[in-house]
């Protein structure tokens, strides 16, 4: 009677049972792919929604490319929800961006979003292209005139390069010159490698549902190492301690007369409320996840995207071919290609975002929480409850794309252009932060609270570094596999918080001299 026990009018979905409700019932239905597994549980139920519960939460599966829509853009969809792995990452506290809500999130948000911009993040900063090129053109060079170090050669090695961490040094020093304007130089490129296999580790922890650590955190005692537990405290703290330092260093060297990058911002704005208000959301601990959050995926997700964009390549070598004649004819091979060329060099483009939409990094995103009760298709969602939309079920829509199955990036392509328009894809989420005051602004606390959404808080930052790194990468090099013979299998996919591949080696073979 117990498993048959759901909230009144919830969406169809199996039964529950002991401890863990439906979990097993879901990893059963597609081991290693909980995408595949929503699909086949809205077939069965024959529902757009499915409904089940995870231990004692309620957790709605959204399974129709029009409901994630109104998931994504609906502001009481926008909470996330209290587990151990938000807590494990920050202090015990609900810190950062990722995992926080409300009035905290939103603050810190539209604090860090507005202020990251102010040098070079989420717009065309020429400062910021300069460092993401320079550090493309150091990794180039060490295929190109060999490496100088150890640490260099376990990601280069003759004309082996090691994936996805190859790219993993272009893409976070960047965010780091954004942060406390410096980067770090090639001598100091193993502590950006150390970030990189740190985002990996947590990224690989859990699966898209926070796995069976979020409905009994107490198995992280009895198994720390199989539970995730053990990856997802040391791969955040890989991380979050790597900013430890630099914080307390702009913290001692600060005056308020001079703002120096992005941390002086914010510990002038901590030092600010400290002085006037009781309680602040401002704090350095709450500064250290805000970095942390941003670096994840900054050190994980786009090398992915770009890791596995090369495999495709390697499975589908026209495509190599494409992209090579285009470079050639539009960029030449005197100089590096830069943001400029990007409406002129629409296939590559096409095959980034392509590349996102087939293969959907983050299948279930990253779940939110009902935060009242609420409808949605006709169903009754109860507050509290965890909602995740499924974007593979969106980016595979044959009534969308005709042929989803297949690498095609042509579709996006019309009279020579790139079309955004024909890009229905969502890898980043949805839901645009207002930037003028539209009427329902609210007032909390002397701030504009934008109804500003979960969408992907560097979707920008990932689409500029992805071209202008791939871009760069694809003009200096041929690429084959290690071993010369050809692809013909894609790797095993690894469902943890995004999707990834084993790490591997691929030969590149340079065209410029
Ligand atoms: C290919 C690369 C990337 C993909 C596919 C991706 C995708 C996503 C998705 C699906 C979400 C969840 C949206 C939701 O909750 O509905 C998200 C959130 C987020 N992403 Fe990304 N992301 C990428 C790269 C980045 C990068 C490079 C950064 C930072 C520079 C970043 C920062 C964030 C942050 C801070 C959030 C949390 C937003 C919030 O909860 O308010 N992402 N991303």
Avoid at 453 to 479: K, N, P
Wanted: hydrophobic fraction near 35%; glycine fraction near 6%.
């Amino acid at each position: 009677k117990k498993a048959y026990n759901r909230h009144e009018n919830f969406p169809p979905g199996p039964p529950s049972l002991p401890i863990y409700g439906a979990y097993w019932i879901i990893v059963a239905k597609a081991f290693n792919n909980l995408a595949l597994a929503t699909i086949r549980l809205a077939k069965e139920y024959n529902t757009k929604l499915v409904g089940l519960y995870l231990g004692p939460i309620p957790l709605v599966l959204v399974n129709d490319s029009t409901l994630i829509k109104e998931v994504l853009n609906r502001e009481e969809f926008d909470g996330r929800l209290d587990t151990v792995i938000s807590r494990a990452r920050g202090f015990w506290k609900i810190l950062g961006i990722f995992f926080t809500d409300g009035f905290f999130w939103h603050t810190q948000r539209r604090f860090s979003l507005r202020y990251m911009r102010d040098w070079g993040f989420g717009r065309r900063c020429n400062a910021l292209e300069e460092t993401i090129t320079h550090d493309t053109k150091e990794m180039i060079d060490m295929v190109q005139n060999g490496t100088t170090t150890d640490e260099e050669k376990k990601i280069v090695n003759g004309n082996l390069i090691y994936l996805p961490h190859f790219f993993d040094v272009p893409f976070v020093n960047g965010l780091v010159q954004v942060f406390v304007q410096k980067t770090f130089a090639r001598k100091e490129y193993s502590q950006l490698w150390r970030l990189g296999k740190s985002a990996l580790k947590f990224q690989r922890s859990t699966n898209d549902l926070g796995g069976a650590l979020v409905i009994t955190p107490w198995i992280k005692n009895l198994f720390p190492n199989i539970s995730g537990y053990n990856d997802l405290t040391n791969g955040t703290k890989g991380i979050s301690d790597f900013y430890e330092e630099l914080i307390k260093d702009a913290i001692d060297t600060y005056e308020d007369t001079h703002e120096r990058h992005f941390f002086d911002a914010y510990i002038k704005k901590m030092k600010q409320e400290t002085e006037e208000n009781q309680r602040t959301t401002y704090s350095a601990e709450q500064l250290q996840l805000i970095c942390t959050d941003y670096t994840f995926p900054t050190a994980s997700a786009t090398e992915m995207t770009l890791t596995i964009l090369l495999e495709r390549i390697l499975l589908q070598p026209e495509l190599q071919d494409k992209i090579h004649e285009e470079l050639d004819r539009v960029v030449g091979r005197d100089r590096m290609p830069t943001l400029d060329d990007r409406q002129n060099l629409p296939f590559t483009e096409a095959c980034i975002r392509e590349m996102l939409r087939f293969e959907t990094l983050v299948p279930l995103g990253v779940p939110h929480r009902a935060m009242n009760d609420t409808t949605l298709g006709g169903y009754d969602i109860p507050e509290g409850s965890s909602v995740a939309v499924n974007l593979v079920a969106l980016h595979m829509d044959e009534k969308i794309w005709g042929d989803p199955q297949n690498f095609r990036p042509e579709r996006f392509i019309v009279d020579g252009k790139v079309q955004v328009s024909l890009d229905k894809s969502l890898p980043f989420g949805a839901g645009r932060q207002r930037t003028c005051e539209p009427s329902g602004y609210v007032i909390v606390h002397g701030y504009y609270l934008t109804s500003g959404r979960r969408l992907c808080a560097g979707e920008t930052y990932a689409r500029h570094s992805m071209f202008l790194i791939f871009a760069a990468f694809m003009q200096a090099f041929q690429v084959s596999t290690a071993d010369g013979k050809p692809l013909t299998q894609p790797a095993k996919r690894i469902q943890g918080i995004i999707t990834t591949i084993p790490e591997f080696w691929v030969r590149v073979t340079p065209r410029i001299g």
